[in-house]
């Protein structure tokens, strides 16, 4: 079973969604930065928790390219 494209949904709301998220998670990394402060994200049903100076080192890649590289060494 294939998930279908969201790209190719007929409401066109639900269409736009999918750039929004995108731009809520850039500025989600941008604040996170800005004010040195952790990104918590939820990946794989565990919280993790993603410094400021590991974004930074990402900041230059396109989201599309690094969503997530961040490994937490805590179990």
Avoid: W
Wanted: charged share 25%; proline share 7%.
């Amino acid at each position: 079973m294939s998930t279908p494209d969201i790209a190719e949904a007929k409401d066109e709301v639900l269409r736009a969604s999918f750039a929004a998220l995108q731009r809520a998670s850039l500025l989600a990394r941008e604040t996170a930065i800005l004010t040195g402060t952790n990104l918590v994200l939820f990946k794989d049903g565990r919280l993790l928790r993603i410094p400021a100076h590991e974004l930074r080192s990402q900041s230059s890649v396109s989201i599309h390219e690094a969503p997530c590289t961040y490994s937490p060494s805590e179990p």
